[in-house]
């Protein structure tokens, strides 16, 4: 069984277009986005799944969108794609899906978004 693939990474991009953009990337890479988590107007948090064998495509994909990478985030990814280069074509089709995670951190001035949870009746 693979680890999952977490991943962090910081912007000063629009986030809504920075989020979009990284929707796209996983979706472009073969991958789904299951969930995800909204920490305010200051951090965003994707859940996904990925076929193995699709790393090196999602890490192209995420080079081409503004954001930064951590050092540990690019070297996690060099690891997941050393193997896929290496491997055989058919055992790459038969590699399994893993789960990953991709934190993004945004930096601006905006004020604190505040979000106003209804009351719930009874």
Partial sequence: M???????AITRGNRH???AEAKDAISASGG???DFKQFSNLSFCLNFELPSR???QLRAALAQI???LTEASEQLLAEFCAPCASEDPRQQQAASDLTGTLQITFVHNEPELRVTIPAIPG
């Fill in 2 to 8: 693979q680890k999952p693939l977490r991943l962090n």
């Fill in 66 to 68: 503004d954001l930064q």
């Fill in 17 to 19: 277009q920075v989020v």
């Fill in 54 to 56: 699709s790393v090196t």
């Fill in 32 to 34: 789904w986005v299951l």
